[in-house]
C-alpha cells in the first residue's frame, strides 16, 4: 500500500504530494512546454460539445474554452496549488479549486461536462477517479479525456535513457465502471513533437513536471561530457526535417454517464 500523507487534514499520498509539488514548480513555465497538451487538446475538441457546467479535471495552467457558446461555468480542478494560482491570473472568470481527482470536493450531480487533458496518467488510483467524477456528474453528462499511453517515448528508449512504462488503453478502461459510464469511444492516437535539439526535447519533459513520478526518465547512465556527446550523436540520427522526434501514445476516451 502507498504511504499516505496529511495535508490540510487529507490524507494523500506520498507519490500525489509529489506530483503537487513537481508540476507546482512547473506551473510559471509550463506554456514554454505544452505543445503536446495543445495538439491532444484539438483532438478532444473535435469530438466534443461540452454544455452547462464543465469541470477541467488536471487543469494545469487553465485552457481556454470560450469557442463553446453553451458553457456557463468552468470549474478548473488540480492537485498543484501553483497550477490553480496560473488558472486564477490567466482565466479570472473560471472557478479555480486545488484537490485531488479522486476525491472532488463538489456536490452530487452538479457537473454536466467533465475534460481531462494528459493528467490522469499522474493519478494514484484510476479507478477511484473515474468512480468520484461519476459521482458528480448528471445522467447522459459526457466526460471526454486523454491520458498518456503505453509505448509513448520510444525515442528515449532508443537513446538509452530508462522510461517506465504507462498504462495501456485497455487497462485504462479495466479502471471504468461500466455500471456507471458508457465507453463510447475509446482509441490510441500517436502525437509526435519535434525539438530542434536533445536539451529543448529533455526540457519539454522535464518542464512539464513529467520527471516527478514513477514514469519519469532516468539520467543516470549520464557520468560526464563523453556519454552526453554520445547520446547527442544518437539523437542526431534520429532527427527528420521538422527536428528531433519525441513520439507519444495517448488514449483518447468519450465516457457517458449512465442514469443510475
Known sequence: MEPKEVVNGVAQSVNDN????????AAKNYHQ??????MSAACLFEAMQPTGTLLDIGAG?????????HINQV??????????????LSFPQ????????????????????AYSNLALQWCSDLSASFTDTARVMKPNGEYHLSIVAKDSLAEL???GFRVNGFRSKDEILTHVDTAKWHIKAARVQEITVYFPNLKALLYSIKGVGASINANQVSTDKIRGRGDWQKIMARAEK?????????TYQVAQLCLMRISD
Open 61 to 69: 495552467p487553465g485552457t481556454d474554452f470560450s469557442q463553446f457558446e
Open 157 to 159: 528508449d532508443t537513446l
Open 33 to 38: 512546454h505544452d505543445r503536446l497538451q495543445k
Open 238 to 246: 534520429l532527427r527528420c526535417e521538422q527536428g528531433i522526434p519525441l
Open 75 to 88: 470549474i478548473s480542478l488540480d492537485l498543484a496549488l501553483g497550477m490553480v494560482e496560473q488558472v486564477k
Open 18 to 25: 509529489r506530483v503537487a509539488e513537481g508540476f507546482s514548480a
Open 94 to 113: 473560471y472557478q479555480a479549486i486545488c484537490a485531488n481527482a479522486e476525491k472532488l470536493p463538489l456536490a452530487d450531480n452538479s457537473i454536466d461536462s
